[in-house]
């Protein structure tokens, strides 16, 4: 038995891989929230701390390049779980033979988004390797960060209306009646990679962009129980990591789903479910109902927050993650068992 694509994937195939072969080996050790949680983010005395590698192909697409993606991606896991990021590592793996000017094209847009987020890239480690063993390049950023100022505040506002099963922002936090909110339009960086990848004429950019300022609006307001980016395996593997932490089922909408015309005509071309694509830029949120439309209302007025929608909310009646058609019938969201796209981030 080998390793396989879909072992890397975000699906249930990867879920599986990561809990059987690696927290059954290196997982428990000292920590608040530790790798055996598999949030985006772990904490170890306080600190939030988290990792992520990128593959991406091809490394510049529309919208964004392989730096703007690592930038954003590690930035956007501490805010998930509730943190304030500080400061990013970058390690680099290049293939020999890279142009220099894609290199320092790359390089700009990481300096770029992190001064947009006023988060530092302190320390890193580079590597040259043989043409051949590498695409191009790969890029491994770390992060850490604190607790949000806001998040105490925040479950405070939460326990006006229930307890608190955990005082950080968990997948498994979420309860009965909770909202659920898409920030913004749903498989836009996946159907940008597409694009690329294919030739495709099409007007879609990646949604990558750092999400730190609408998750400050966010906790600001009070009330957010949960939030995860959904990237590989989309929406679909999120909604479904949901519902096995947090022991409850899911009612979505498909008509409140917000969908770019052009994702959506490639979703079409491809035979691709736009649930199961990766977004770079956009939060899937868990929030108390109480505050669900001032939350809604306070990000829609930020530029990437713009397209955000209720789309449902927690239901203890349903087993599983359930989508109401847009012509009324219900169907069951599967985790897939790997990504559509590979190597989308």
Not at 232 to 258: C, H, M
């Amino acid at each position: 038995m080998k390793i396989e694509m879909k072992h890397g994937a975000g699906g249930a195939a990867m879920e599986d891989f990561i809990k059987n072969e690696i927290v059954e080996r290196i997982g428990g050790g000292k920590a608040e929230i530790g790798l055996e949680k598999l949030d985006d983010s772990c904490v170890v005395d306080g600190i939030v701390f988290t990792t992520d590698s990128y593959t991406v192909k091809p490394i510049f697409f529309a919208g964004g390049d392989i730096g703007k993606l690592a930038v954003s991606g590690t930035i956007n896991d501490i805010y998930a779980i509730g943190g304030a990021a500080v400061a990013i590592s970058s390690a680099l793996i290049i293939e020999e033979g890279l142009e220099f000017d894609d290199f320092r094209r790359i390089m700009e847009s990481m300096a770029k988004e992190a001064k947009k987020a006023g988060v530092a890239i302190t320390t890193g480690d580079t590597k040259v390797v043989e043409k051949g063993s590498v695409d191009k390049i790969f890029i491994n950023t770390a992060g850490i960060g604190k607790r949000h100022l806001k998040l105490d505040e925040n479950f405070e506002v939460v326990e006006e209306y229930r307890k608190v099963k955990h005082r950080w922002l968990l997948d498994s936090n979420i309860e009965e009646g909770d909202k659920i909110i898409f920030t913004g339009s749903a498989g836009d960086h996946g159907a940008a990679i597409l694009a690329a990848r294919y030739e495709i004429e099409s007007n879609v950019e990646s949604d990558a962009q750092p999400l730190n300022r609408l998750m400050d609006v966010a906790l600001e307001i009070g009330g957010v129980v949960a939030a995860k980016d959904p990237t590989r395996g989309g929406l679909a593997n999120l909604l479904n990591e949901w519902r096995e932490k947090s022991k409850i089922g899911f009612l979505i909408r498909e008509r409140d789903i917000p969908i770019k015309d052009g994702t959506k005509a490639i979703c079409e071309l491809l035979g691709i479910d736009v649930l199961e694509l990766a977004n770079e830029g956009i939060y899937a949120m868990a929030v108390v109902p109480e505050k669900a439309e001032e939350i809604l209302e306070a990000i829609k007025k930020l530029p990437e927050g713009r397209n955000a929608a209720i789309v449902g909310e927690a239901r203890k009646e349903y087993e599983y993650a359930i989508l109401e058609t847009s012509v009324g019938g219900k169907r069951i969201i599967e985790a897939p068992i790997g990504s559509a796209v590979p190597r989308i981030c």
